[in-house]
């Protein structure tokens, strides 16, 4: 049965590409992490998932939105490149992108385009993991009560 907020399921990976999107997805922190081997490495994100965006009822001005806290996660992260800033509080997703790769290596390019900041990078794929079950809220991010805090878990809500 399909959540209200549209969720059929807590783990997506990157063979749900075409049906996500993260436009205006905040995040909250991310983080490199090596495994006990070298390079490549894992890259993760903590970030308020907007779910679904709800029309404003009528006579109502403003949308409302089934937002989710989630960790999103890259394997085998590696040719790490970006840019940050000016920034101006916070960053938020504008896009993610997954391009063919461009010589003969394997993996393909994903692009973390933000408002106010970019990441390029090979990597194998990605999961992402909603650590809570998608609030309907008046605003497109959650406070931090309402998301556990900042969180690398790896953990679907069951």
């Known amino acids: 049965m399909i959540d ?3 969720l059929s399921k807590a783990v997506w990976t990157d063979a749900d590409f075409a049906q996500m999107g993260w436009h205006d997805s905040r995040v909250h922190a ?3 992490v090596e495994d006990d081997d070298l390079p490549p490495s894992r890259l993760l994100l903590d970030l308020d998932y907007l779910v679904r965006w709800v029309e404003p009822a009528r006579r109502q001005k403003h949308f409302t939105f089934w937002v989710a806290p989630a960790t999103l996660v890259f394997d085998q992260a590696w040719d790490i ?3 940050l800033g000016p920034l101006s509080g916070h960053l938020e997703l504008a896009d993610l992108h997954r391009l063919d790769p461009p010589d003969g290596k394997p993996y393909p390019v994903w692009h973390l385009e933000g408002h106010e900041f970019e990441l390029k990078f090979r990597a194998r794929g990605f999961r992402q993991y909603f650590r809570r079950p998608p609030q309907h809220i008046p605003r497109q991010v959650l406070t931090m ?3 556990g805090g ?3 878990a790896e953990e679907a809500f069951a």
Do not use: C, I, K, V
Request: aromatic share 14%; glycine share 14%; proline share 7%.
């Open 30 to 32: 991310f983080s490199l």
């Open 4 to 6: 209200p907020s549209g």
């Open 150 to 152: 900042l969180s690398f």
């Open 145 to 147: 009560a309402e998301r």
């Open 81 to 83: 490149t970006g840019d």
